[in-house]
């Protein structure tokens, strides 16, 4: 096996983040439960929630790019691949993670649909109710993949909101293959319960057959995977099937759980929660960044934890405070 000469590349959706505020009421008078992300299966369905939203903010966004964000802020070499429309929006996208130092080059997709969209409505309290219109993204092939790229990375970071369309599902096998023939870690985030919901089946497939070499998870999430109702009876049933285990605990922290043993983190503690977009996407970053380093369990734990209280004190998915800094010697 040659050495990598990225530490991180990931495949995810290609999206742009809409934030803006609002309260209980609007929530559940346009029929979203709070906290939650529901897909939406049309332009004109996010064209016409678009127009009901309050003053907002366009950031790039989109679970593994924010991930990459994150890592690339924290000093790692990163490439990403994804698929955006050429149109504005996507030229948005393209820039920013261009501009954040990552390798990014699949070409933009011409015609419709247009590139992908996250409507985000930000409670008082952060929570975040997310309507996504993924939108190109349902469209990267495997024929878009860049191979080498894959192949020179020392991790492939999957996230599971991209399985749930047929194209890049495929892709997502096929770069599997590839960071496997290459000797490199394949690391995977379950990302949703609807999205556990709709590919429990093949996200069990993916782990009995070997595949996964780090699951990240929240504790939601998976118990969802393992269809039960309590969360160490979970970890009972998935982490002796995976090398790496780590799951998010929220206000409580997180843990990994590797060759049957057990390494906990408390959350930092923040000031004011302010948005919790992204946290768990800044949260792999954080990790992800500690293992490539060769820290230890403990100390990438902690890295997750310190990058996911950065993210939850600001508006927007992506880092504003310098995360090296942040992260001190971790880093």
């Not at 070997?210 to 970890?235: K, Y």
Request: proline share 4%; charged share 20%; with cysteine.
């Amino acid at each position: 096996m040659t050495q990598a000469r990225y530490d991180v590349v990931a495949i995810g959706n290609a999206i742009v983040d809409i934030l803006a505020r609002a309260d209980d009421a609007f929530i559940a008078a346009n029929g979203m439960t709070k906290g939650q992300m529901q897909l939406v299966f049309s332009p004109e369905e996010a064209d016409a929630l678009y127009a009901k939203m309050g003053p907002g903010q366009e950031v790039s966004g989109g679970s593994a790019a924010n991930t990459i964000a994150g890592l690339a802020a924290l000093g790692s070499t990163c490439g990403f691949i994804g698929q955006v429309a050429d149109d504005q929006l996507g030229q948005v996208f393209a820039h920013d993670i261009r501009a954040a130092g990552i390798r990014y080059d699949t070409d933009a997709r011409p015609g419709a649909p247009t590139t992908g969209r996250c409507l985000i409505f930000v409670s008082p309290d952060g929570q975040r109710t997310m309507n996504t219109f993924l939108g190109a993204s349902h469209y990267l092939p495997a024929e878009a993949l860049d191979r080498q790229l894959i192949a020179d990375s020392a991790y492939l970071y999957l996230e599971g909101y991209l399985w749930d369309p047929e194209e890049p599902r495929a892709a997502m096998r096929a770069a599997i293959d590839v960071a496997r023939a290459a000797g490199r870690k394949v690391a995977f985030t379950l990302s949703a319960e609807f999205v556990i919901d709709r590919h429990r089946a093949a996200f069990h497939e993916l782990i009995d057959g070997g595949l996964i070499d780090l699951l990240f998870a929240n504790d939601a999430e998976l118990i969802s995977l393992a269809q039960t109702d309590d969360l160490e009876a979970a970890i009972a049933a998935l982490a002796p099937k995976v090398p790496l285990l780590v799951v998010t605990l929220g206000p409580e922290g997180a843990m990994a759980i590797a060759g049957g043993e057990r390494t906990t983190v408390t959350a930092e503690r923040v000031d004011a929660v302010v948005d919790t977009t992204g946290a768990g996407d800044l949260f792999a970053a954080g990790f992800l960044h500690g293992q490539v380093q060769g820290r230890s369990l403990g100390d990438s734990l902690r890295l997750g934890a310190i990058c996911a209280a950065e993210c939850i004190g600001h508006m927007g998915p992506r880092p504003v405070a310098d995360l090296k800094t942040l992260a001190g010697s971790l880093a």
